[in-house]
């Protein structure tokens, strides 16, 4: 029997000690607690072992340092004492890697995440392949955790405070030339050279020709600001405000991490790790940190399904992609396929609407290399997959063809039977349309069996959903296909049943529709805003109405209205702000005022007063209360979202809560609106819907769902 499965040990001529991590039966190295109690082991031997000179920590697997602990076990902490013993026992083992008489260097290719990265950081010397899989980060702010094996504590000395307080409070990962640049590695080879480069770093380090780094800041400012207790107070009062404006008090890890770096560096390294593990074990019994953690389990469920219930079927190649409409979102478009490797062709009815399309793309690119996550080949490489043309010869070829013109469903018509002509036959159709069924769409089509709607999200390259609609003629080949490229490109593919605004356009239609009432009501712009900030979206209402456009919006109010009546109903003076031209941001005339900066960027400065002429109660607004809005708006998506379960738009819970948080924003530390209502409770849901009801009318009214499963005292999650 193996009673050590994670690790092998072997030892070469020059008396270096090779550690292969290779858990058994994971695709991934992770941290459970029983990897933990071997490396312990291992090192406690290795400690007393006098042939040695030097240890060299590397992985067996293909795209994998560590990536983490094991989450699972996170869920599993009964109380924050006993969230804290764990954290006291990662802090213990790798404060004996740390201790090690000989150097241990890490050799890292791939993910290197969370406890994975605090291993890095315990060892003497870091080594990083310079792949595109290589990553480095403590993303467990993004799980409502904080580093809780010593990565608070060994971040400063390595990479100093500024950059320790940016690692642990962002989440954000770093690619290898950023580790570099940061200080979080010592050393980017060329993959192949990895193991032979670590093995001559620990040789050199073992015989004292190098010695491990310690960060020394750069320039008087980085000086005066880490070295002196009142520059590092300033720093640390500075990075407060800062967590306090980006979390709005939802999340409370950051805070705590920042508090355990502030610890370590003014009172020293005991009461550091102390402050660490009790932060540990209060944020894992927090609800915003099982939320976090329900969804990212989510996720990891959502890459595993093909979308379809039944025998997995192959899906077919796309590229390459061809892009109808080199718009707004098709320029989009272009940028995500080609950022995945995949060659994507615009097409536009004129040469000037490709070259803006080409542009925007290559924008997105550019703002990559600027940024220096790209080097300049792969900024080449990356404009020479995007080709844009006004003619259709070029598109026989394509395996898949997103249709993006604009929202009409006679131009889309007209654009299908223009365009299936020249297709391959098996060429799949997808749709990027907003709000229109997709069946409506295929009726143009002489092959609706692949047709299919490929819904993404502005910014395209920013937005992780990708919202696939099926229609009941879709075989299961269009969506096969269809599911994989959403996962080609780095979304997260939920797959909906066809109706009207589908799941995300339709949820978001009477949320939108409660703000305007209010505002008509005679409540402040800014009011409305701030008060579903403060429930936890990232804009509020009437900044994402401007930012949609005024008119769009409207327009698919009316979609709305036609297929559901009286309950979608928008008010009545949207129409009065599109007569008097205001549209939104995109001509800097809305609910709010735009400015052009010096780089000519759109930003917005404060709520336009002269909008208040044109709604009911004028200039004279009228104070609300932040909880009646929060309650009116969110209780309207949650019932919607209910409905969209029951008529099986939906194919779970799970998907709801993906599509809301990742498509509209919905507050990820709630879960997802299902999550939500489970937290709170059906019978509360339908006691506040039935309390609406009666206040504002039937478009409150508590959906069969709703009802049926308060009476049953059933949730959405087991
Ligand atoms: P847009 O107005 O920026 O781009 C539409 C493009 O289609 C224009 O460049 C136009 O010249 C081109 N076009 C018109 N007729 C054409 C034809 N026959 N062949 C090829 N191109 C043609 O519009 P946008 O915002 O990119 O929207 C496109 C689609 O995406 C719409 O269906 C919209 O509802 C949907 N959508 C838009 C989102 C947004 O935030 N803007 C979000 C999600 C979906």
Known sequence: MNLM????????ENQIALLHLDLEGEKVNKLTAAVVQEAEEIFDDLRHRSDLRAIVLISDKENTFIA????????????????????????????????????????????????GMEVALACHYRICADDRKTQLGQPEVKLGLLPGAGGTQRLPPLVGLQNAIEIATSGRNYRPQQALRTGIVDEVVPRPLLLHVALTRAGELGEGKIRPRRHRPQGLLAW????????????????????????????????RALGAIRAGVSQGPVKGYMEESKAFGDLAMTSTCRQLIHLFFATTDLKKD???????????AVAPVGILGAGFMGAGIAAVCSSAGVNARLRDVSEEACLKGLTACYRVFDDRFRRKSISRLELQQLKDRVSATTELNSFSTCGLIIEAVIEDVDLKHQVVREVEP????????????????????????????????????SPVHKMPLLEIIVTRQTSKQTIATSVEYGKLIGKFPIVVNDGVGFYTSRILSPYMNEASFILEEGAPVEALDQAMIDFGFPVGPMTLLDEVGIDVAAKVGKIMLEAFGERLKPPSSMEQLIQNGRLGRKLRKGFYQYVLNRKEEVRKVGVDPTIYDLLPGGRNRKPVVAGDIQSRLSMAMLNECARCLEEGILRSPRDGDIGAVMGLGFPPFQGGPFRYMDAMGLENVLRNLESLQKKWGDRFKPSEMIVRMAESKESFYS
């Not at 009142?230 to 967590?243: H, N, P, S, T």
């Not at 295929?442 to 047709?451: C, H």
């Open 5 to 12: 499965p994670a690790f092998k040990l072997s030892v070469d």
């Open 68 to 115: 983490g602990a094991d989450i699972q076990e996170f869920l599993k902490f009964e109380s924050a004492s006993q969230a804290a013993e764990a954290s006291r026992s990662g802090q213990r083992l790798l404060q004996k890697i740390a201790d090690m008489k000989i150097p241990v260097v890490a050799a890292i290719q791939g993910a290197c995440l969370g406890g």
């Open 224 to 255: 005066a600001l880490e070295c002196n207790p009142v520059g590092r107070w300033l720093l640390f009062r500075q990075a407060e405000k800062m967590i306090r404006e980006k979390t709005h008090g939802h999340y409370p890890a950051p805070l």
């Open 306 to 316: 093909p979308g379809m219930d039944g025998p997995s079927i192959r899906p077919q």
């Open 422 to 457: 020249h297709l391959r036959d098996d060429c799949v159709w997808g749709s990027n349309t907003s709000s229109i069924s997709i069946a409506k769409l295929a009726e143009a089509s002489r092959r609706p069996e692949q047709f299919i709607g490929l819904h993404f999200f």
